[in-house]
């Protein structure tokens, strides 16, 4: 059964339908009257103190339109689960190849061939993503686009890994670092720091550090 929305004509609840049809999901739509300033009996049967929106989902119902709002968004799977790809696996699997390579700096252990193996599947799926959407979770930029550029591009100083042959990698890059608001941000918060979002592994930190005369 899709989502339902109960809309109080003119009032906060308008941005119920609007989330949903950005975000193109199913719902079904259920205007109510104020009576006439109020709210009429029917939003009162669904939320005690009378106010809208209100959703149902299943046996749930639920009133706040930011409470709703966010309940629509985490039921949002494509979102949710790029957003949580990027820091809860993508970022973690670097992370341990970064903590590998301190003990094996060929990765030629089982551990370090294992999580290159795995490193290449995850670029593979995200190459496919973004060759197939302009954005992680579709056709808008989200937070999940936000929470990957770090891994893509300055993660690599740590672990230097090379992004060559993934073209829609390659492609998403320029379109991430082309936005005027990470221009805005990157110009405040890191103006000196190389972009990295060429295919070629970037200098490793230490490199840098030796460059720059500080080590
Ligand atoms: N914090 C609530 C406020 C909702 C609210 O006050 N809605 C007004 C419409 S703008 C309403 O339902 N008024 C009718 C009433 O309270 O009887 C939310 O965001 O959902």
Redesign the pocket.
């Known amino acids: 059964m899709p989502l339902t929305v109960h809309h109080?004509q003119t009032?906060?609840?308008e941005r119920l339908p609007w989330l949903c049809e950005e975000l193109q999901i199913p719902y079904t739509l259920v205007l109510h009257q104020?009576a006439p300033?109020?709210?009429p009996q029917s939003?009162?049967d669904l939320n005690p103190?009378?106010?809208?929106?209100v959703i149902q989902d299943g046996g749930l119902t639920l009133?706040?339109?930011?409470a709703?709002i966010e309940y629509i968004s985490h039921n949002y799977a494509d979102y949710l689960y790029w957003f949580h790809f990027s820091n809860g696996t993508f970022q973690p699997q670097i992370s341990t190849m970064l903590q590998i390579s301190q003990l094996d700096k060929q990765m030629t252990s089982p551990g370090g061939v294992r999580g290159k193996e795995r490193l290449a599947k995850m670029l593979k799926l995200l190459d496919e993503r973004v060759t197939e959407n302009t954005w992680l979770a579709g056709d808008e930029f989200t937070a999940a686009d936000i929470m990957i550029i770090f891994s893509l591009t300055t993660m690599r100083t740590f672990y230097p890994y090379s992004l060559e042959g993934y073209q829609g990698i390659l492609g998403y890059l320029e379109r991430l670092v082309g936005r005027e608001g990470f221009q805005r941000a990157r110009a405040k918060a890191d103006p000196g720091l190389e972009l990295m979002i060429g295919g070629e592994p970037p200098l490793s930190y230490g490199e840098r550090l030796k460059a720059a005369g500080k080590i």
């Open positions: 109080l009032s906060q609840s104020r300033f109020f709210s939003i009162k103190l009378g106010s809208a929106p009133a706040e339109s930011a709703c």
